[in-house]
Each structure stands twice: as C-alpha cells, then as structure tokens.
C-alpha cells in the first residue's frame, strides 16, 4: 500500500467512495450515520466534499495502483466542533473502499495522520464519527489509539470528539 498526496481533483473518487460507504451501511441496516441517499446526490453534500478536497490535505491510499481510501486532514475542527487550546491536526474525512474493507487501508491511512502531526511538530490529532447505533464506529478509533473527549449533536445526528497525543520526532543526531 502507497498513501500519495491528493488535492482538489479527488472530489469525484472521495464522492465515490462516500456513494458505497452509504449503500453498504443501508444494506447492513445502519442508515443513521450518513442516511441512505448517495452523497453525489446531494447537492450541499458536493458542495462540502468539493471544499474539503480543494482546502484541506487530502491523502489517498493505493492498494496495486487503486484507490482503497482517501483521509483529509487540516489545522483545525469542522465547525460544529470547538478548536482544540493547542495546535492540531484534524482528521475531517476518512472512508475506505469498500472493496479494501477489513485491509487496515483505515488504519494505515490513520498512521499516516499521526506521521504528519511528528512531522509537523504537532502532539494531537483529533477526529470526529458518528457516535450512534452499537458504537462501533467509535470503537474503531479507540482500536487505533484514540481517546473519546466528549459527545455532541449536530441537528439529530450524534457525534463522538476523539483524540490522540502523539510523540515529537526524535531529535536528529
């Protein structure tokens, strides 16, 4: 697996991916996450994935030279979040192809986050989920290292604020 660096012509793959995340969740009965129409049909939904692809670090991970998944990152929280009282990197996006599910493309796109917070000199990295249905959403980033801080609605949705420190680089000798 390759994580490459990805930017504003991403929109249409991360839409993609959104689409079957969406269609796999309805078949598995969990619609309440990101409901159960596809995110391309949604014209603000376009809109905000457009906007995170062109101002946000957009990573993508290649599995043989395809897309498996994509992760955005940036300096601070969506709105609907409060900014952390210390820099961070922000996890705003990540979805996998659900065709490399359960191939730890998630979980090796989460390190590449916490490679760029050393990187960056940064010690938090924060992300938020979905904190509803079985929790298993939230256990999902609790198995990669992060720690719940708080719960929080937007609208009806409910939501789960993790975080995780991260050690400096190590000195160069």
């Known amino acids: 697996m390759e994580i490459i660096r990805g930017g504003a ?22 619609p309440g996450q990101w409901g159960s129409e596809p995110w391309s049909a949604d014209p603000k939904r376009v809109e905000r994935i457009t906007a995170i692809a062109r101002d946000e670090d957009v990573w993508v991970a290649r599995v043989d030279g395809r897309p498996a998944g994509v992760m955005a990152t940036g300096p601070a929280p969506p709105h609907y979040v409060s900014a952390a009282d210390e820099p961070e990197l922000y996890i705003g996006l990540l979805v996998t192809d659900r065709e490399f599910a359960g191939h730890g493309v998630g979980s ?6 916490l490679d760029e917070a050393r990187r960056l000199g940064v010690g938090l990295v924060r992300v938020d989920c979905y904190g509803g249905d ?4 939230v256990g999902y980033y609790r198995g990669n ?10 609208g009806e949705w409910p939501g789960q604020l ?3 420190r991260v ?3 190590p000195a160069s000798a």
């Open 167 to 169: 050690d400096s680089p």
């Open 9 to 30: 012509a991403d929109a249409p793959l991360i839409l993609a991916m959104l689409d079957g995340a969406v269609a796999w969740l309805v078949r598995n009965g969990r």
């Open 134 to 137: 079985d929790g298993r959403l």
């Open 145 to 154: 290292g992060f720690d719940p801080v708080r719960t929080f609605n937007v």
């Open 162 to 164: 993790l975080s995780q």
């Open 108 to 113: 090796a796109l989460i390190a590449h986050a």
